[in-house]
């Protein structure tokens, strides 16, 4: 069974554009989350999605926006790039919500890098 | 809300010597809790959980975990490292009912000296 797969897997951007990273989960799998990971403030939660619905979000600015598709694919948003959005995002799918048998897998992550 | 705190940014270790990382989390519900290892440029890989049924928890690549409440907490061993075990590893928690979110520790890079 194929992994968790990021694309594109490195990214550079100009201050002010926005971007778009997508994530494509295990088959099966209906649950999406993202995470930031930078130096500074290691690895952050963002949003989660499960059948197509935002079903928790983490502590970052409007700027950051997702969406998860009818096959379960998701994908990310940054608008009004910043310096400080350099960073590696991490996508993870599991196969629904937490429980006895949760588990998250993670893909290898999209390397974002702003100028 | 939930914590995880991981002792020690960097610990090194012969080869073949006890790996020992510590990991104390803060939770007002039992929660889940999970170590993962990251190796450079990858994502993160799962090496055991901890939800709720054994205590000590056996993982891949040798690792294992024993879940202390009285102590709140997680510590990752090792009897025998290796010098493929140098990597970043981080402990995480996940409150029942949360959903998948998961809080992580800072992180603790494990360096195998020969």
């Known amino acids: 069974k194929a992994g968790v797969t990021q694309t594109p897997r490195y990214l550079i951007k100009t201050r002010g554009q926005q971007v778009t990273l997508s994530c494509s989960p295990i088959s099966g799998h209906r649950s999406v989350s993202w995470y930031q990971q930078t130096p500074g403030q290691g690895l952050q939660f963002l949003f989660e999605?499960?059948?197509?619905?935002?079903?928790n979000k983490g502590n970052f600015p409007g700027r950051f926006s997702g969406r998860q598709f009818s096959n379960s694919r998701s994908e990310m948003n940054v608008s009004t790039l910043e310096l400080g959005d350099s960073a590696l995002y991490l996508c993870?799918?599991?196969?629904?919500?937490?429980?006895?048998?949760?588990?998250?897998?993670f893909g290898p992550g999209t390397r974002l890098t702003v100028t | 809300a939930q914590s995880v705190t991981q002792l020690g940014s960097h610990v090194s270790v012969s080869e073949g010597a006890l790996v020992l990382l510590r990991c104390n989390y803060s939770?007002?519900?039992?929660?889940?809790l999970f170590w993962y290892v990251q190796y450079p440029n990858q994502g993160l890989q799962l090496l055991l959980k901890y939800t709720s049924a054994a205590t000590l928890v056996k993982g891949i690549n040798g690792f294992e975990a024993e879940f202390k409440k009285s102590e709140t907490s997680f510590h990752l061993t090792k009897p025998s490292a290796h010098m493929s075990d140098a990597a970043e590893y981080f402990c995480a928690v996940s409150l029942t009912g949360g959903g998948n979110k998961l809080t992580f520790g800072t992180g603790t890079q494990l360096k195998v000296e020969l």
């Open positions: 993870a799918s599991s196969p629904g919500l937490a429980g006895e048998d949760y588990e998250q897998y």
């Open positions: 939770s007002s519900v039992p929660p889940y």
């Open positions: 999605y499960f059948s197509e619905t935002q079903r």
